[in-house]
């Protein structure tokens, strides 16, 4: 089992393969591109970097069973598990 983290995440965003078969990919490699430029003395940029992650997390989770089976193919393992904070709630999700 792969449980993908933020660091994980960060190599997928620099994955041609990955980029190519999951478009969405590429959006959120901009945003969070632009995000991570910014520079706050309050803490913002952690908590809008986390917020883009969560983001991300959540559009994989939410892909189709075809497209799951894709990505675990392109990771090279057979579960992959999310593990994210929606609202209050901490969610975790594996297919």
Avoid: W
């Amino acid at each position: 089992m792969l449980i993908l983290e933020d660091a994980a995440i960060t190599r997928l965003l620099h994955d041609q393969r990955f980029l190519e078969a999951f478009p969405f990919l590429q959006a959120a490699a901009t945003r969070l591109k632009e995000v991570v430029g910014q520079r706050s003395c309050c803490g913002r940029t952690s908590s809008a970097k986390s917020e883009s992650y969560t983001a991300i997390k959540q559009a994989i989770g939410g892909m189709t069973t075809e497209n799951k089976a894709r990505f675990k193919q392109l990771l090279g393992a057979e579960q992959v598990r999310l593990v994210y904070v929606h609202g209050k709630q901490r969610m975790r999700l594996t297919f």
